[in-house]
């Protein structure tokens, strides 16, 4: 199994980017999705995340601004984030519990995407 996030880059302040990440692999089901950041010298925090039946939360600094949502049938989780500030640079993570069949029987796992930067220019 594996996670591909995609979509960042460079934008000014007051910009728009969408984040985008994929899983692929051997998938029986996908769980909770989310996404995470993490700035120079910080550590990382939690964003966004998003439930298997569509529930969703935010962190405090980017309530209103930024979007989470999913597309089951493509296996894919999104980020819209709008009016961004210089303090939501950072790379940014995803991750997702799924299950997958094996061997011994189903099992759930925590995995993790390879990380996108994004970069907010004031």
């Known amino acids: 199994v594996q996670l591909q996030a995609s979509g960042g880059g460079l934008v000014r302040a007051g910009g728009s980017l969408r984040l985008s990440c994929a899983a692929s692999?051997?998938?029986?089901?996908?769980?909770?999705m989310g996404w995470y950041r993490q700035a120079p010298g910080k550590q990382r925090e939690l964003v966004a995340d998003?439930?298997?039946?569509?529930?969703?939360h935010y962190a405090d600094s980017v309530k209103g601004r930024f979007t989470i949502s999913k597309d089951n049938a493509k296996n894919t989780m999104y980020l819209q984030m709008d009016n961004l500030k210089p303090e939501d640079t950072a790379v940014y993570y995803c991750?997702?519990?799924?299950?997958?069949?094996?061997?011994?029987?189903?099992?759930?796992?925590?995995?993790w995407g390879q990380g996108t930067l994004v970069t907010v220019s004031s």
């Open positions: 998003i439930t298997r039946g569509g529930n969703t």
């Open positions: 991750t997702a519990g799924i299950s997958t069949a094996q061997a011994v029987g189903t099992i759930l796992n925590d995995y």
């Open positions: 692999g051997n998938i029986l089901s996908i769980n909770d």
